[in-house]
């Protein structure tokens, strides 16, 4: 299956099924911009708790925030964003429409990798670069990446104001609020899930490249001397985490980012790069940023932020690592990697090969026929009795039985629970006994109610 | 206890235990944004879930959404947001500072409910109202709420967008995706949660009145004829949630919202105020929206948002009820309700009675002492074994056991579970028992360890 067409595809089947929808898709849409449907809250959910699950409850030393999008502007000043969080573009000296200059020097095979914005600027001459609609290009300038607004209380006095563009200063912010309320012992991190924006000039590859993202992430506060043994162990942590969502170790790459290409607070950084049908590209991060960011909170706010070792009573200033998760790229990198086409029983399918733990719909439970009342009357009992224990269980008597199997198939359901004239005792052994499918293998197996459910239970 | 330093004592522990911290504190703040801490997300996620299985996961004809902040700005126009999302707003002469004419009429002693903007400027003259600082005040003007950016990809020609200031119309814009997705029929919903922002001049309250809120809220779809039998199915609803929450029926108020002081959309409108310190104020509504929001969008984006019904092949325009919640609002509630001053043993203690449900720690273990390695590593086993299937548990070996305590009391951990002597043996007939303390009386007893552990899990 060619690589851009399995992308058209799953694009197609979140549209057609209700995972994602294109944002404001009844005014033209708004380009970047994505609404999840059922079932993509559903599974986005699922690989939220998952992480917290892993990163935060299971561990002793990790504590949740959840900070404001809002943030005072002094907050980008010290942290480099004000001064440095751009794009190199150029537009078009027809149209105006802006361009990213880096991508339009990698469509013409000349990487811009390192390119100072003057060398992006003769690379685009010297390579006879036009714009996609074929003219001429302006310079390259930068463009600050981050959404402004203003908050007002004084007439013609309103303070500009910025969309955060990442979650992370959020809990550098906060960090003199933790170690006072909760004295913890370093090294320890602060974790939280959350919106950011960008404003990106060309959104693109689906739900890859938006303008309203969500990250999940986390900073871990250490001691200088330990970075390098604490960067391996998130770095294998992280490896974990990737193949506990069902990831094959073929479809990630750890980049190395060389000097002088790391973001500028960064000692070193690997990214973590998934297979999507677009390219390998980036999926999470892990970055030692030093003492970058609280430094600069300190110098900016003048507030004292250093860490008193309980111990030694020595005055530090910790060293962060930051393993960062692209949450809408790990639901795009889940998709990818469940997206199956198959054979069963002779006929094409499409199916969503989700572990059972991230499935939206744990189960579907089915009356063999519709218009059979004692059939139907038996199905709700069972489902109903599913749903108070699991909710994310649904109802289909929709069509015929194989009809219901490929559209629980084309979402992922792991398993398919049916109620037939044998549960009824058409068969006096086999009474009260289900047949439950697998959606995999398409096989069929008895079993009785509540081994079913436990077959259930046993997937969340 | 006076109500306003309720207020304030909340306030105070908020920031101390680590529920809410103020936003960008260490910038002086930025009016109207909080950072929610370890057991604030914990207390926030507790109401979430508990919001999401009642009116999602556990009915069939409700469907979750998760829309993007950022809409195309015709959204805005179609919904009366460009139009009338307004505040009153004077402003000092002299210093120029913005207050609201509602706010400051009130302060004065003058009802401003129904009153024009010429009105309310009368009233402020007539009245002799000066600004806080005891100045004259201009005349009042409408000032709209919502905070504007822009998105851009054309030189010179960025589109304004706003942030949204209501979830709602997600869930509009969305409902052609949805029953051309589900097939749902009537009635349905569509619910979700998500940030909102609004231009508050004067956030107030604590965590009430912000510039970045979040909201729970369902669109649920009906016939028109329907409406008054569904209001007052939801009316109940709404009632029995709050219930679940440990709001006493003494301090929820329903108040009808008369003719002409209802939002443009609604005919009728039932405001449920809760007993916060500061006042009786809004927690939530119930509104009948008519088909106001799907007329408009119909018209304003010319597509057909017409629901065909399945049985009669009839094409209607579903009118709406929306039932809201607003998740501070319920935080803050939840906070009021459990806050307690009691004495126990002779001792003044504060602690907070929330619900096991709601609780962020649902217990907390302790070695009765720190320096004895056999009780911690019996204390130890107990906790892993305990946090392996609860992980809102939390170790404490801070102080002597009278302090841990207090301060699980003032985070409201329903459950202290004290491993002593006699669990390791020195009584034998209690070998492998701990103590269970329980949080509201102050009352221990004695428990095998999986009784212990069983009684935890009774309480999530």
Same mark, same amino acid.
């Given at each position: 299956?060619?690589?851009?067409?399995?992308?058209?595809?799953?694009?197609?089947?979140?549209?057609?099924?209700?995972?994602?929808?294109?944002?404001?898709?009844?005014?033209?849409?708004?380009?970047?911009?994505?609404?999840?449907?059922?079932?993509?809250?559903?599974?986005?959910?699922?690989?939220?708790?998952?992480?917290?699950?892993? =990163?935060?409850?299971? !561990?002793?030393?990790?504590?949740?925030?959840?900070?404001?999008?809002?943030?005072?502007? !002094?907050?980008?000043?010290?942290?480099?964003?004000?001064?440095?969080?751009?794009?190199?573009?150029?537009?078009?000296? @027809?149209?105006?429409?802006?361009?990213?200059?880096?991508?339009?020097?990698?469509?013409?095979?000349?990487?811009?990798?390192?390119?100072?914005?003057?060398?992006?600027?003769?690379?685009?001459?010297?390579?006879?670069?036009?714009?996609?609609?074929?003219?001429?290009?302006?310079?390259?300038?930068?463009?600050?990446?981050?959404?402004?607004?203003?908050?007002?209380?004084?007439?013609?006095?309103?303070?500009?104001?910025?969309?955060?563009?990442?979650?992370?200063?959020?809990?550098?912010?906060?960090?003199?609020?933790?170690?006072?309320?909760?004295?913890?012992?370093?090294?320890?991190?602060?974790?939280?899930?959350?919106?950011?924006? !960008?404003?990106?000039?060309?959104?693109?590859? =689906?739900?890859?490249?938006?303008?309203?993202?969500?990250?999940?992430? #986390?900073?871990?506060?250490?001691?200088?001397?330990?970075?390098?043994?604490?960067?391996?162990?998130?770095?294998?942590?992280? $490896?974990?985490?990737?193949?506990?969502?069902?990831? *094959?170790?073929?479809?990630?790459?750890?980049?190395?980012?060389?000097?002088?290409?790391? *973001?500028?607070?960064?000692?070193?950084?690997?990214?973590?790069?998934?297979?999507?049908?677009?390219?390998?590209?980036?999926?999470?991060?892990?970055?030692?940023?030093?003492?970058?960011?609280?430094?600069?909170?300190?110098?900016?706010?003048?507030?004292?932020?250093?860490?008193?070792?309980?111990?030694?009573?020595?005055?530090?200033?910790?060293?962060?690592?930051?393993?960062?998760?692209?949450?809408?790229?790990?639901?795009?990198?889940?998709?990818?990697?469940?997206?199956?086409?198959?054979?069963?029983?002779?006929?094409? !399918?499409?199916?969503?090969?989700?572990?059972?733990?991230?499935?939206?719909?744990?189960?579907?439970? #089915?009356?063999?026929?519709?218009?059979?009342?004692?059939?139907?009357? @038996?199905?709700?009992?069972?489902?109903?009795?599913?749903?108070?224990?699991?909710?994310?269980?649904?109802?289909?008597?929709?069509?015929?039985?194989?009809?219901?199997?490929?559209? $629980?198939?084309?979402?992922?359901?792991?398993?398919?629970?049916?109620?037939?004239?044998?549960?009824?005792?058409?068969?006096?052994?086999?009474?009260?006994?289900?047949?439950?499918?697998?959606?995999?293998?398409?096989?069929?197996?008895? =079993?009785?109610?509540?081994?079913?459910?436990?077959?259930?239970?046993?997937?969340?």
């Amino acid at each position: 299956m060619a690589a851009d067409h399995r992308m058209e595809k799953i694009v197609s089947l979140c549209k057609r099924r209700g995972f994602i929808f294109p944002g404001s898709e009844i005014y033209g849409g708004l380009a970047g911009t994505f609404d999840y449907g059922p079932l993509g809250v559903a599974l986005k959910k699922n690989i939220e708790n998952a992480w917290w699950r892993m =990163f935060v409850d299971a !561990r002793d030393d990790m504590y949740g925030l959840d900070s404001a999008i809002l943030m005072h502007p !002094r907050v980008w000043e010290a942290s480099g964003h004000v001064g440095g969080f751009h794009d190199p573009l150029v537009s078009d000296e @027809k149209t105006g429409k802006r361009y990213r200059a880096d991508h339009l020097l990698e469509e013409a095979g000349i990487d811009p990798s390192g390119m100072s914005l003057a060398q992006m600027g003769e690379a685009l001459q010297s390579g006879g670069v036009k714009s996609p609609e074929g003219n001429a290009l302006s310079a390259p300038q930068q463009f600050n990446m981050m959404f402004k607004t203003s908050v007002g209380s004084v007439e013609g006095g309103d303070m500009a104001v910025y969309l955060r563009p990442e979650t992370a200063q959020g809990m550098f912010v906060n960090f003199k609020n933790l170690v006072d309320t909760y004295h913890p012992k370093l090294p320890f991190g602060m974790a939280q899930i959350g919106r950011a924006f !960008r404003n990106e000039i060309a959104p693109r590859d =689906f739900i890859f490249r938006v303008r309203e993202l969500e990250i999940m992430e #986390f900073e871990y506060f250490i001691r200088e001397g330990q970075w390098e043994e604490q960067f391996d162990y998130w770095r294998k942590q992280m $490896q974990a985490w990737f193949a506990s969502l069902g990831f *094959a170790p073929d479809d990630i790459r750890e980049v190395e980012i060389p000097d002088g290409e790391r *973001a500028h607070y960064s000692k070193r950084t690997i990214d973590f790069h998934y297979r999507y049908p677009h390219k390998f590209d980036e999926l999470g991060g892990l970055a030692y940023r030093t003492d970058f960011d609280l430094k600069n909170h300190i110098a900016q706010s003048g507030t004292d932020l250093a860490y008193l070792d309980p111990v030694t009573n020595e005055k530090v200033v910790p060293h962060v690592l930051e393993p960062t998760f692209g949450l809408g790229r790990h639901l795009l990198a889940v998709l990818v990697a469940a997206y199956t086409e198959d054979e069963l029983g002779g006929e094409l !399918r499409t199916l969503l090969k989700f572990p059972s733990h991230l499935a939206p719909v744990k189960a579907a439970v #089915f009356p063999l026929l519709k218009n059979k009342p004692e059939l139907v009357a @038996k199905a709700r009992e069972v489902y109903l009795e599913l749903k108070k224990e699991i909710p994310q269980v649904v109802w289909d008597d929709n069509g015929n039985i194989g009809k219901r199997y490929r559209r $629980q198939d084309e979402i992922g359901t792991p398993l398919c629970i049916t109620i037939d004239f044998d549960t009824l005792g058409e068969k006096p052994e086999l009474k009260d006994s289900v047949t439950v499918r697998d959606r995999d293998t398409g096989a069929q197996k008895r =079993f009785s109610v509540s081994d079913a459910i436990a077959r259930v239970r046993e997937g969340i």
